[in-house]
């Protein structure tokens, strides 16, 4: 029985993945599995009980990585289940930036009488917009949520430009340096992870780059801009709008910034998605050791045919390899079938067993468990029903 805490509030349904017959759903100090959105998961909480993070949603930076790394325990999220949530609210809000749309609607409420429809015509003069058709958009990050908000862009009849660190053939966008992206964009969309390479991205010096009056978007993290270097942004006209998903202090009562609180992915269809396939990627880990979009450990996937499984999760040094089968012929463990699989210097091996014995097998696990750069051992039972 694995014991897993629900860190928020999920659906009856989107847990459905984790069976009762093999998990035990429970508020406990030190469960094997953690589901979380957005709760921030303390480093206490990494203990040595626990396997596996499964977050519903995509930014990881509520949760130490680094530390789950050290300590074996796998980090999983679920990337694109909400990225046209975001896509959409990001269209939404290019629209607000052009068109005085809350002015609007808050003026034809304000008026009152029989002649309404005289006096709406009265005040359009002063509720002219812009279009976005043929302004230029910079996007940064070109991930899931990057990739789908050019392709809107380009059928908006915008100029797309983009960002990010490799090359993509994406016929909808030109990808330029960051440095380019900045002078040319009229309209620029952040769309990236909060990293140490993102932190205050844009600072005094992106902003110095930037044309007159132009406009921001944040939907990735508060953090990747630097909001003093915003403010004198805005005191300078190089911005003439920001719009963020992550509301701050200091901007409550400024009226060219636009807070949303974090309710891009917010939707029914996003939410549902999103835990159903944090639960399912949970269950494959703990069950078969399976890793699918973590952000710590090499995807892995290996069919489970054999009566036993050894998971072995280790820094990728020299000579760790040639101990691990030492170990494994010492104690007369014939490897099946394996895979093994490498991420940011740490190697995910999976080796199936057709036969143990009780008694070597744990002499194994203990002294594989002893070796320096092993992080984590788990040994498996093929679950009833797999065939
Ligand atoms: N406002 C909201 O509700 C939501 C916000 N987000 C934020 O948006 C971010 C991106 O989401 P997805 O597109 O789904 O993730 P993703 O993982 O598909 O894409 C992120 C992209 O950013 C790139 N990247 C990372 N560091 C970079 C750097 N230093 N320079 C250039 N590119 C870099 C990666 O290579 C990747 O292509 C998330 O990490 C999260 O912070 C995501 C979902 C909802
Ligand atoms: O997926 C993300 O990174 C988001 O920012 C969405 O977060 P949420 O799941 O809505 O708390």
Redesign the pocket.
């Known amino acids: 029985m694995y014991k897993i805490q629900l860190m928020d509030n999920f659906t009856p349904e989107s847990t459905r993945a984790l069976s009762q017959d093999s998990y035990f759903i429970e508020q406990t100090e030190r469960p094997n599995g953690m589901m979380v959105r957005s709760s921030i998961v303390a480093d206490q909480q990494i203990t040595r009980d626990l396997l596996a993070i499964s977050r519903v949603?995509?930014?990881v930076?509520t949760i130490n990585v680094e530390k789950c790394t050290e300590n074996g325990t796998v980090v999983l999220n679920t990337?694109?289940t909400?990225?046209n949530?975001?896509k959409e609210l990001v269209v939404a809000s290019l629209l607000i930036a052009v068109r005085p749309i809350f002015t609007a609607v808050k003026q034809v409420k304000e008026l009152r009488g029989s002649h309404i429809l005289a006096e709406s015509e009265a005040i359009r003069e002063k509720l002219i917009g812009h279009e976005l058709q043929g302004k230029t958009v910079g996007i940064?990050?070109?991930?899931?949520?990057?990739k789908q908000v050019g392709r809107i862009c380009y059928e908006l009849g915008m100029d797309v430009l983009g960002?990010?660190?490799?090359p993509h053939d994406l016929s909808f966008l030109t990808q330029v340096a960051l440095t380019e992206l900045l002078k040319q964009s009229d309209f620029i969309v952040i769309?990236?992870?909060?990293?140490a390479?993102?932190n205050h991205?844009l600072n005094d010096k992106a902003f110095n780059l930037m044309k007159s009056g132009t406009c921001l978007l944040n939907?990735?993290?508060d953090q990747i801009v630097d909001n003093q270097a915003l403010l004198a942004a805005i005191d300078q006209g190089k911005i003439a709008q920001y719009i963020t998903?992550f509301p701050q202090a200091e901007f409550i009562g400024h009226d060219k910034i636009i807070m949303l609180p974090?309710?891009?992915?917010?939707t029914h269809e996003a939410i549902k998605d999103g835990e159903q396939m944090a639960s399912r990627h949970l269950r494959n880990f703990l069950l078969y050791g399976t890793v699918r979009d973590s952000v710590n450990y090499p995807n892995a996937r290996l069919l489970f045919q054999a009566p036993y499984r050894l998971t072995l999760f280790y820094q990728d040094s020299k000579g760790i390899w040639a101990e691990i089968v030492a170990i494994l012929a010492q104690y007369e463990l014939e490897i099946g079938d394996m895979s093994s699989n490498r991420k940011n210097g740490n190697v995910y091996t999976m080796i199936d067993l057709d036969t143990i014995n009780q008694e070597k097998i744990e002499k194994a696990l203990v002294e594989m468990t002893e070796l320096v750069p092993v992080r984590r051992v788990r040994l498996l039972t093929k679950p009833v029903g797999i065939k």
């Open positions: 949603g995509v930014g930076n990337p694109g909400n990225a949530a975001v940064l990050g070109l991930g899931s949520i990057g960002y990010a660190r490799s769309l990236l992870p909060l990293t390479e993102t991205l939907f990735g993290r998903d974090h309710i891009g992915g917010n």
